[in-house]
């Protein structure tokens, strides 16, 4: 790996390490202005919302253009997003924002991989990508948490007591807003030394409905390809379940450990430090060939989340969180890699991620909504861990039953 490829993983990192931090950001400003209970998980819904309506747009946006300016102008979107946060507007609203640019980045964030990189280095490439995505997402929570603490917000609100300036900040969580704000400028900077790279699979058309139309051929296309589809549905579902995951670690840890919620966000932490192992782990032993025998390791996931239930002690509850996230790591990495060359291959790298947002995010919203169900319905933590778990484990079952065999062979090779 050379001198470009670590610039884009620093771009990454403090784009994403923005990203998670402005969740719980976000989330203490909707407390702080006494938003209704429900509008915390309606706002994720918002910042989704973005990656599910503009995937047939962003992913010929991002070949349209070097990826490396792609990005640049997505994590200044972001950085609106924060100001308008601080300027008033409503949380939601500004947030989805966010979720604009986000929805931007992520096809140029993948796609310059497979551009910039050989097939064989994909496996390693994601396993980078997604330890240091998962490192932001500690990392995001505990700055998150830092600067929103009382004691905290208090010493830095005192640097905004300008004479004759008036900053408008006057709460810890506009504060943390505007700090995390800076991560996005640092972020773009990074994205201004990116490598260059030629324009590849550059769209024939910009028309809305010709782009419309060519992203159901691309969706139909991955959905169609046989090693396309699994890694489709295994990233689709993972994704879908992580984000409810965490929101069900949340509640969980209230009720079974009597966690504050800041302790609860902590405790989420020993999920991405799983998953950063199992990504390590899996760019180490697993080749792009073999990506589809990890599937047995998803099932098992299910199981394990199954586990969650019975447990009241903290010690075992971080074991098992620990757990999850590096069954997590190591079954989507190489899964990512399958599904980036084998888009790459057929539509181009921005229209195969975009293809993949979509999924992934549609996934998110939907179980999401099904988790919110759940609660207004009045069942317990536990019995809506039971239905995540037991979800999880089938999915991966049935892929597994009808994909278990395959085996992806590299272009260029022979058996």
Same mark, same amino acid.
């Given at each position: 790996?050379?001198?470009?490829?670590?610039?884009?993983?620093?771009?990454?990192?403090?784009?994403?390490?923005? @990203?998670?931090?402005?969740?719980?950001?976000? !989330?203490?400003?909707?407390?702080?202005?006494?938003?209704?209970?429900?509008?915390?998980?309606?706002?994720?819904?918002?910042?989704?919302?973005?990656?599910?309506?503009?995937?047939?747009?962003?992913?010929?946006?991002? @070949?349209?253009?070097?990826?490396?300016?792609?990005?640049?102008?997505?994590?200044?979107?972001?950085?609106?997003?924060?100001?308008?946060?601080?300027?008033?507007?409503?949380?939601?609203?500004?947030?989805?924002?966010?979720?604009?640019?986000?929805?931007?980045?992520?096809?140029?964030?993948?796609?310059?991989?497979?551009?910039?990189?050989?097939?064989?280095?994909?496996?390693?490439?994601?396993?980078?990508?997604?330890?240091?995505?998962?490192?932001?997402?500690?990392?995001?929570?505990? =700055?998150?948490?830092?600067?929103?603490?009382?004691?905290?917000?208090?010493?830095?609100?005192?640097?905004?007591?300008?004479?004759?300036?008036?900053?408008?900040?006057?709460?810890?969580?506009?504060?943390?807003?505007?700090?995390?704000?800076?991560?996005?400028?640092?972020?773009?900077?990074?994205?201004?030394?990116?490598?260059?790279?030629? !324009?590849?699979?550059?769209?024939?058309?910009?028309?809305?409905?010709?782009?419309?139309? @060519?992203?159901?051929?691309?969706?139909?296309?991955?959905?169609? @390809?046989?090693?396309?589809?699994?890694?489709?549905?295994?990233?689709?579902?993972?994704?879908?379940?992580?984000?409810?995951?965490?929101? !069900?670690?949340?509640?969980?840890?209230?009720?079974?450990?009597?966690?504050?919620?800041?302790?609860? !966000?902590?405790?989420?932490?020993?999920?991405?430090?799983?998953?950063?192992?199992?990504?390590?782990?899996?760019?180490?032993?697993?080749?792009?060939?073999?990506?589809?025998?990890?599937?047995?390791?998803?099932?098992?996931?299910?199981?394990?989340?199954?586990?969650?239930?019975?447990?009241?002690?903290?010690?075992?509850?971080?074991?098992?969180?620990?757990?999850?996230?590096?069954?997590?790591?190591?079954?989507?990495?190489?899964?990512?890699?399958?599904?980036?060359?084998?888009?790459?291959?057929?539509?181009?790298?921005?229209?195969?991620?975009? =293809?993949?947002?979509?999924?992934?995010?549609?996934?998110?919203?939907?179980?999401?909504?099904?988790?919110?169900?759940?609660?207004?319905?009045?069942?317990?933590?536990?019995?809506?861990?039971?239905?995540?778990?037991?979800?999880?484990?089938?999915?991966?079952?049935?892929?597994?039953?009808?994909?278990?065999?395959?085996?992806?062979?590299?272009?260029?090779?022979?058996?």
């Amino acid at each position: 790996m050379n001198r470009g490829f670590y610039t884009i993983m620093a771009a990454q990192f403090f784009s994403a390490l923005g @990203d998670n931090a402005l969740l719980f950001a976000a !989330i203490a400003l909707l407390t702080e202005i006494h938003a209704p209970s429900w509008h915390t998980p309606i706002l994720q819904s918002f910042f989704v919302f973005s990656y599910i309506v503009l995937a047939p747009f962003v992913g010929a946006f991002a @070949d349209s253009l070097p990826k490396g300016r792609v990005m640049f102008i997505s994590n200044t979107i972001k950085f609106l997003g924060c100001l308008a946060m601080l300027v008033g507007v409503n949380p939601l609203v500004a947030y989805g924002l966010v979720g604009f640019g986000a929805a931007a980045y992520s096809p140029a964030k993948y796609g310059i991989l497979t551009e910039y990189l050989p097939a064989e280095k994909l496996v390693l490439a994601n396993g980078w990508i997604e330890g240091l995505t998962v490192a932001a997402i500690v990392l995001g929570g505990g =700055v998150s948490a830092f600067l929103i603490s009382p004691h905290i917000a208090q010493e830095l609100l005192t640097l905004t007591d300008i004479p004759y300036i008036n900053t408008g900040i006057e709460t810890a969580p506009e504060m943390a807003i505007a700090i995390i704000s800076s991560l996005y400028l640092i972020a773009a900077i990074f994205n201004l030394y990116i490598p260059r790279l030629p !324009i590849d699979h550059k769209p024939l058309k910009r028309n809305p409905v010709f782009l419309l139309k @060519d992203f159901m051929h691309c969706f139909r296309l991955l959905w169609k @390809d046989p090693l396309g589809q699994v890694s489709l549905a295994v990233t689709t579902l993972f994704w879908g379940s992580g984000a409810t995951l965490r929101l !069900i670690v949340l509640s969980w840890a209230a009720v079974s450990l009597h966690y504050s919620q800041s302790k609860a !966000i902590l405790l989420t932490v020993y999920v991405a430090l799983g998953i950063a192992l199992g990504a390590i782990t899996a760019a180490k032993f697993i080749s792009m060939e073999k990506a589809v025998k990890v599937l047995p390791v998803g099932i098992a996931m299910g199981m394990v989340v199954l586990a969650m239930i019975p447990v009241t002690n903290p010690t075992l509850a971080i074991t098992l969180l620990f757990i999850i996230g590096i069954m997590g790591g190591f079954f989507v990495v190489p899964m990512n890699a399958l599904l980036q060359h084998r888009g790459h291959l057929l539509m181009g790298a921005g229209s195969s991620i975009a =293809v993949q947002n979509f999924n992934e995010n549609l996934s998110i919203f939907l179980m999401l909504g099904l988790y919110s169900l759940l609660e207004w319905q009045g069942l317990s933590i536990y019995a809506i861990i039971a239905v995540f778990g037991l979800m999880l484990s089938l999915a991966m079952g049935v892929l597994y039953k009808i994909h278990g065999h395959d085996q992806y062979q590299l272009p260029g090779q022979s058996h």
